[in-house]
């Protein structure tokens, strides 16, 4: 178990794969700890640092007390890579992950060779709707949500199964505060202007059932950055790295293959 400790929050981390190899690093959705990377990392090639790390308020990091702004997160993330001393990493981000990776790579070059923003958008919903998520959880915390998140994490098939009940419990165990100071980050942040301005190789995660970030929304986000790839899962919602780890993981393999991270 690894903690980076930076002041004013200790972000829990960890790395798999080859400490000397290229940097794969991976941002996780709200309501998620980094756990919901397992499958999808247990399938990639040798050869990798893949890092992996729980954002403030999620999973086994401190939670400080709420809200939270994009900015703090995006600093979160430059923070633990320079104490990482990552440069040059692949950024995959999830959700409200991949607002992050989009801030980071606007923000540190110098950190993101190459961007993948899975199910994320530059804006996610409207301000009012997230601020409504903001007093529902404060009031009454997560459990009276879950079976609606559920709905937009995953598509019908993968609900019917047994496995549901595991991230169903990940998302209300995850702290009230944690997830209503991130429900504030997004409510705040529109990337469009900025993610226009990124010229870098990136890479569109989307799933065809995701109730949160339809296929049409991340598509109009991937598309600001000129040459970027989309790829659309069928069988997945909003986690599609949970629902198919298989076709995930190979398609960012292929990813990383044309953008020279690995032979
Ligand atoms: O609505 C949800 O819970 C899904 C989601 C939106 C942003 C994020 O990170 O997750």
């Known amino acids: 178990m690894q903690i980076a400790d930076l002041g004013d929050v200790q972000l829990h981390y960890r790395i798999d794969g080859d400490p000397d190899g290229a940097p794969l690093v991976f941002a996780n959705s709200l309501g998620t700890d980094l756990r919901v990377w397992d499958a999808v990392v247990e399938r990639l090639p040798a050869g990798l640092k893949v890092i992996r790390y729980d954002k ?35 950024f995959i ?28 958008a530059a804006k996610i919903g409207t301000a009012e709707m997230w601020q409504d998520r903001v007093k ?7 459990e009276p949500l879950a079976d609606n998140v559920m709905e937009r994490w995953f598509a019908r098939d993968f609900r019917a199964t047994p496995e549901l009940q595991l991230w169903r419990n990940m998302l209300v165990q995850q702290s ?8 504030a980050a997004i409510a705040g942040t529109d990337f469009y202007t900025p993610t226009s301005g990124l010229r870098l190789p ?17 598509r109009e ?34 990813f990383l293959k044309e953008t020279g991270h690995i032979d």
Do not use: W
């Open 136 to 142: 529902a959880v404060t009031e009454q915390g997560i």
């Open 56 to 90: 403030r308020g999620h999973g086994l990091s401190s939670c400080p007390p709420a809200p939270y702004s994009m900015g703090a997160l995006v600093r979160d993330a430059e923070r633990l890579l320079d104490h990482l001393q990552v440069r040059d990493c692949v």
């Open 202 to 218: 990136c890479l569109g995660f989307a799933g065809a059932e995701d109730g949160a970030t339809p296929p049409d929304l991340v």
């Open 93 to 120: 981000g999830l959700s409200i992950g991949g607002m992050i990776a989009q801030g980071l790579a606007v923000k540190r070059l110098d950190m993101v060779r190459a961007l993948v923003l899975s199910n994320t």
């Open 176 to 183: 009230r505060a944690g997830y209503a100071g991130c429900c």
């Open 221 to 254: 986000t991937v598309d600001l950055i000129p040459g970027s790839q989309f790829h659309l899962i069928r069988r997945a919602g909003h986690i599609p790295c949970v629902e198919q780890p298989d076709e995930y993981a190979d398609r960012l393999t292929q």
